[in-house]
T-cell receptor, first 110, second 116 residues
Framework: QKEVEQNSGPLSVPEGAIASLNCTYS??????FFWYRQYSGKSPELIMF????GDKEDGRFTAQLNKASQYVSLLIRDSQPSDSATYLC??????????FGKGTMLLVSP | GAVVSQHPSRVICKSGTSVKIECRSL??????MFWYRQFPKQSLMLMAT?????????EQGVEKDKFLINHASLTLSTLTVTSAHPEDSSFYIC????????????FGDGTRLSIL
C-alpha cells in the first residue's frame, strides 16, 4: 500500500513568517512530487512540482526533496493570510497516477 | 497554462437519478484524465483513470457499472453516476495530465453532488 503522510495541522503562523509543510512517502521508487493548494470547497491548485533531490524555488515557494529520507517539504516565505488553505502533497505512484496525503491546514494570522 | 473545465459545478437531485459530469481540457489534448472523489475532511481518492479511446481503469472498490466513464475524444471525458444514492454524495473532481513526460495534473473546479 503506497502511502503519503502529512500532519493534518492546523499549522498556525503569523503574517510574514515562514511556513514549513512536510510530507513523507512510502514508495521508494516514486519519482515525481507535487504540492497542491486547496481552499475550502474548491478543487486543488498546483503550486509546485519537483523531481530531483534538493531545492526548487518559485517566488515565495520552495520545494525540498530528499529521496533517501523519502521526504518532501514546502516552504512558504512571507506568509500571507491568503495562503491560508489546505496543502496537499501528492506523489506519482506509477503510470501517472497520484497518491495524495490528507493535507495540512495552514492558517496565517494577520 | 493548462486549463481544465468541469461541468456542472453543483448538482442536487433525487435518489435513483443518473448524473453526468463533463471534464474538458481547454487548451491541450489529454490522452489521460483522472476522476477523483473527496469526502468532507478527507483527501482526494482516485476513482479511475480515463484513457482516450479505451476502457477506463478503475481503482479497487470502485464499481464500474455504477460509475461509467467515457473518454471519446482527446479533450473530453465524462463520468456518469448511475442510479445515484445519498451515499454517492461527494465532491467529484477531474484532472488532466499535461502533455509531455511527467507533467503535473491540472484539476477542474469540481462537481459537488448532493443526492436527496
Amino acid at each position: 500500500q503506497k502511502e503519503v503522510e502529512q500532519n493534518s495541522g492546523p499549522l498556525s503562523v503569523p503574517e510574514g513568517a515562514i511556513a514549513s509543510l512536510n510530507c513523507t512517502y512510502s514508495d521508494r521508487g516514486s519519482q515525481s512530487f507535487f504540492w497542491y493548494r486547496q481552499y475550502s470547497g474548491k478543487s486543488p491548485e498546483l503550486i509546485m512540482f519537483i523531481y530531483s533531490n534538493g531545492d526548487k524555488e518559485d517566488g515565495r515557494f520552495t520545494a525540498q526533496l530528499n529521496k533517501a529520507s523519502q521526504y518532501v517539504s514546502l516552504l512558504i516565505r512571507d506568509s500571507q493570510p491568503s495562503d491560508s488553505a489546505t496543502y496537499l502533497c501528492a506523489v506519482e505512484s506509477g503510470y501517472s497516477t497520484l497518491t495524495f496525503g490528507k493535507g495540512t491546514m495552514l492558517l496565517v494570522s494577520p | 497554462g493548462a486549463v481544465v473545465s468541469q461541468h456542472p459545478s453543483r448538482v442536487i437531485c433525487k435518489s435513483g437519478t443518473s448524473v453526468k459530469i463533463e471534464c474538458r481540457s481547454l487548451d491541450f489534448q489529454a490522452t489521460t484524465m483522472f476522476w477523483y472523489r473527496q469526502f468532507p475532511k478527507q483527501s482526494l481518492m482516485l476513482m479511475a483513470t480515463s484513457n482516450e479511446g479505451s476502457k477506463a481503469t478503475y481503482e479497487q472498490g470502485v464499481e464500474k457499472d455504477k460509475f461509467l466513464i467515457n473518454h471519446a475524444s482527446l479533450t473530453l471525458s465524462t463520468l456518469t453516476v448511475t442510479s445515484a444514492h445519498p451515499e454517492d454524495s461527494s465532491f467529484y473532481i477531474c484532472s488532466a495530465e499535461g502533455q509531455g513526460r511527467s507533467q503535473p495534473q491540472h484539476f477542474g473546479d469540481g462537481t459537488r453532488l448532493s443526492i436527496l
